[in-house]
């Protein structure tokens, strides 16, 4: 069954991505769509990206142009309001879809628990695996992705942790729900996996579909974006985010404890002090974060669904339960 799709693009200095991706993609998209609508939302880029766009494609898509540059949450979130059609695609413009991709994807639609799915990413040059299903690992209170994997038995579903915002496809209606991303976590990093962690938590569900392909070309689209220690600091930074917006009580406690010890103060003996400052910004927006909080306890309750962080990871492996896992 055709779906119509919504194409949420973020761009930042991608003039040279268009060139090589965008009109292969766009045949892709339109092959496998009964209605689309392209919104590219530029996030004031400082290369001809805008006019390039406006002079080979201004009658095909929405073009948003934003003022300030802020990343990758905020930029999308502009096309995710602006979409109009039953399903949204986030694309970035590194990405080459193979053919076909969307038509693997739509029967997990009919299932109406379903938030998103997405396909496998390889190299542009090569067939290794850049992302695949995930499985979340538990070390004391910290909460990571495993390695890549997917179930081996093609008439089972396989679940994933959380959905790469660079290739997911996902129900419009309960991503505006969700209020997209978490703006917090501009300019990048982490977004996509809290996320479809509040997904889960409301009683939805992702998907990995292991025979849906695309290629990426490896930070074609942020390799110029910050300097290096600064990518770091932003890494971990939203990585204690996310655990503080969804541990609770004693856990969210503990897990204080640990990371003062095991990244904090080990972070500060070797010089990693990156880690110490990103630990800093929880202190210091604290209040910003309390309130995301609350706002998602309210949306829990409005939807009568009181799934923990531990009920979702108790829940992924128990979906996979005793299956056939291939490691990849």
């Known amino acids: 069954m055709m779906r119509s799709i919504s194409v949420i693009i973020p761009n930042y200095n991608g003039k040279h991505l268009f060139e090589k991706y965008f009109e292969h993609n766009f045949n892709v998209i339109h092959a496998c769509a009964d209605e689309v609508e392209i919104i590219v939302i530029d996030d004031a880029s400082e290369d001809n990206s805008v006019k390039y766009l406006k002079e080979n494609y201004a009658d095909k898509i929405i073009l948003i142009q934003k003022e300030k540059n802020s990343g990758f949450s905020e930029t999308c979130n502009i096309g995710i ?3 109009k059609n039953e399903l949204i695609f986030l694309l970035n413009t590194d990405v080459k879809l193979e053919n076909n991709y969307f038509k693997k994807l739509y029967k997990y639609f009919e299932k109406t628990d379903t938030f998103g799915v997405m396909g496998r990413v390889i190299g542009m040059d090569d067939d290794q695996i850049q992302e695949a299903a995930r499985c ?3 070390s004391g209170q910290k909460i990571k992705p495993s390695n890549f994997f997917y179930l081996k038995n093609k008439n089972t579903l396989t679940p994933t942790f959380y ?3 660079a290739i997911a496809l996902i129900d419009a209606k309960k991503l505006k729900t969700i209020k997209g991303f978490n703006e917090m976590f501009n300019p990048f990093y982490c977004e996509d996996q809290e996320l479809s962690i509040r997904a889960w938590r409301l009683g939805w569900k992702c998907y990995y579909e292991h025979d849906a392909i695309c290629r990426h070309e ?3 689209s942020t390799k110029d974006h910050s300097k290096k220690r600064d990518i770091k600091m932003v890494y971990f930074r939203n990585r204690y985010y996310t655990h503080y917006l969804h541990l609770t009580g004693f856990n969210l406690f503990l897990w204080h404890i640990q990371v003062i010890f095991t990244d904090i103060i080990l972070g500060i003996l070797t010089f990693q002090f990156y880690k110490a400052e990103a630990y800093f910004n929880v202190f210091l927006n604290r209040k910003h ?7 998602f306890q309210n949306l829990m309750k409005e ?3 009181n799934h923990s962080l531990m009920d979702i990871i108790y ?3 128990s979906f996979i339960g005793n299956k056939e896992v291939v490691k990849c």
């Open 315 to 317: 829940q992924i492996r």
């Open 81 to 83: 309001q602006a979409a």
């Open 218 to 220: 490896i930070s074609g």
């Open 289 to 295: 974060l309390k309130t995301k909080k609350d706002e």
């Open 303 to 305: 939807r009568n669904t």
């Open 163 to 165: 959905l790469s915002g």
């Open 136 to 138: 979340p690992k538990v």
